[in-house]
């Protein structure tokens, strides 16, 4: 697939309000990209900033945002219309080789990298229960999409610390043969599905996010302890072999000045 390294620039074609604090903004354009890679997307003036494709058709493809500092509420008051930059696609993706029967979980920020995931397993008839987790309803997103797709939807929210996100996940994986898991959403929760699969023998792969500056492995941004590995290009998607070899993982990530920030149990 061709990688785009220079910023190319596009027009928004379409602005879809799923809830209070997500837009979904739809940009007619050819994408070569698989589930779980990410874009970055360049608002002129302001930055430009990591954001994974929501799904994708032959000529158009979607990301969806979710509102939370100055760069996501700035591009909230964007229009159709507007152009904005991008490069990419950059990272790894999702392997469904082999898979008949997958679990899926998005998390927030997380959930719409997993969404281009099960459009992907429903073109290949993989059956995918899907789990969408946010501290909010409004962070709810996809459902009706998924669910017109065949994904069986399940959802959790209200719940900062996951731990009823969790408590269906144990159950669903305890009751349902799965053979993959996929996971993109806050760390310690995907330090759980890790664990689980580790024990469980499933065939598993996440999505983390780091600090990403350049996206091209230049800057060192979003190295990891203590490998050293830089997770814009060797990640965001990991196995969970790998995720579990990455000392901060579950523990801490860096802002952009490169200080620790601890994940709150
Ligand atoms: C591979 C990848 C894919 C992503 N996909 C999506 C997506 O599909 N939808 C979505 O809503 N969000 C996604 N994000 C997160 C998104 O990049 C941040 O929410 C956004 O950059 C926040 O910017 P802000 O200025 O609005 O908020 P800020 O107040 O600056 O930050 C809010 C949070 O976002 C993190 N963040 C800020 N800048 C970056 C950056 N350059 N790289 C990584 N994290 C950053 C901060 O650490 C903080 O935790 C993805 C992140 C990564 C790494
Ligand atoms: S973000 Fe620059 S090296 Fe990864």
Request: charged share 20%.
């Amino acid at each position: 697939m061709d990688k785009i390294t220079q910023p190319t620039i596009v027009k928004i074609t379409k602005i879809i309000n799923e809830g209070l604090n997500y837009k979904t903004f739809v940009f007619n354009y050819p994408l070569e990209a698989r589930a779980g890679q990410y874009l970055m997307l360049w608002l002129p003036g302001e930055d430009l900033k990591p954001f994974a494709v929501a799904w994708k058709t032959p000529d158009k493809f979607a990301l969806a945002v979710l509102k939370r500092g100055d760069f996501t509420a700035k591009l909230f008051e964007a229009h159709v219309g507007d152009l904005l930059g991008f490069t990419g696609p950059h990272g790894t993706y999702y392997n469904l080789t082999g898979r008949k029967k997958i679990l899926l979980i998005g998390g927030g920020s997380g959930a719409p990298s997993v969404t281009f995931l099960a459009q992907e397993a429903g073109q290949q008839n993989i059956k995918v229960d899907f789990v969408l987790a946010a501290a909010a309803k409004e962070e709810i997103i996809f459902e009706s999409w998924l669910t017109a797709q065949g994904v069986k939807v399940y959802h959790r929210f209200q719940d900062k610390k996951y731990e009823h996100a969790w408590d269906l996940i144990t159950d669903l994986i305890n009751k349902n043969n799965y053979d993959g898991l996929f996971a993109c959403g806050p760390e310690l929760l995907l330090k759980k599905i890790v664990d689980l699969s580790l024990e469980k023998n499933i065939f598993c792969q996440v999505s983390l996010e780091r600090y990403i500056k350049c996206g091209i492995g230049v800057c060192g941004k979003c190295c990891v302890d203590n490998s050293g590995l830089c997770l814009c290009q060797a990640g965001p998607v990991v196995n969970n072999h790998l995720a579990n070899q990455i000392s901060e993982f579950g523990k801490y990530h860096r802002d952009g000045s490169g200080q620790k920030i601890y994940f709150k149990q």
